[in-house]
């Protein structure tokens, strides 16, 4: 049962912003939204989390907002290795540290 | 940021042998370790989750005797699917997570694995 929505695939020019959505809109107070990605026959490479406050490093932007029911992963620019499948996951930590991953969103970096 | 390593990266068997994957934590110690599969075009699916030192706990469905996890150190887990099928073919992927919390959790790169 995903506990978040993603569209299914997204197209975004080389150089452009690539803003992923991501709608969690039964997300509980202690979950943490997580973002992954996995490019084609490889393992999934962890990109950002954030639980309220919107976060950056030196792959992405993470914006959640004021209510938490929906969030944005930001690529501010974007190159042809961006291109790969973006899970958005929701993970509250502890014993239950399980990461349940939903169909994601296969972004397509064009030249 | 955190190395996991999984070797072999891809194995080719007959049916009816065992292989054995293993996945490391290269630059830090794992209080959990994980093992997911994944079938062409479909996502992850985690099958267990072990920690050090203790037996791993299987997700519903999965054959605990068919797939044996051993976690033995803290940067060291075995996976060993015996008496391999060709329906066991798959990518088999790891990560590992540093301890309590919300601690991230860090994946291998796979496995591929072609059951004849």
């Known amino acids: 049962d995903a506990k978040t929505t993603q569209p299914p695939s997204m197209d975004c020019a080389e150089g452009r912003a690539a803003n992923l959505p991501c709608n969690h809109s039964t997300i509980s107070g202690n979950e943490y939204v997580y973002w992954y990605r996995q490019i084609h026959s490889q393992g999934p490479q962890y990109i950002i989390h954030?639980?309220?406050n919107n976060e950056t490093n030196e792959m992405a932007s993470l914006i959640i907002t004021e209510d938490r029911k929906s969030s944005t992963l930001i690529l501010p620019h974007a190159t042809l290795r961006d291109t790969a499948v973006y899970y958005c996951?929701?993970?509250?930590?502890?014993?239950?540290?399980?990461?349940?991953f939903g169909k994601g969103t296969l972004l397509t970096v064009n030249p | 940021g955190a190395v996991v390593s999984q070797h072999p990266s891809r194995v080719i068997c007959k049916s009816g042998t065992s292989v054995k994957i293993e996945c490391r934590s290269l630059d830090f110690q794992a209080t959990t370790m994980f093992w997911y599969r994944q079938f062409p075009k479909q996502s992850l699916m985690l099958m267990a989750t072990s920690n050090e030192g203790s037996k791993a706990t299987y997700e519903q469905g999965v054959e605990k005797d068919k797939f044996l996890i051993n976690h033995a150190s803290l940067t060291l887990s075995t996976l060993t699917v015996t008496s391999a099928h060709p329906e066991d073919s798959s990518f088999y992927i790891c990560s590992a997570r540093l301890g309590f919390g919300t601690d991230t959790q860090y994946f291998g790169p796979g496995t591929r694995l072609t059951v004849l």
């Open positions: 996951i929701l993970n509250s930590g502890g014993s239950n540290y399980k990461l349940t």
């Open positions: 954030g639980l309220k």
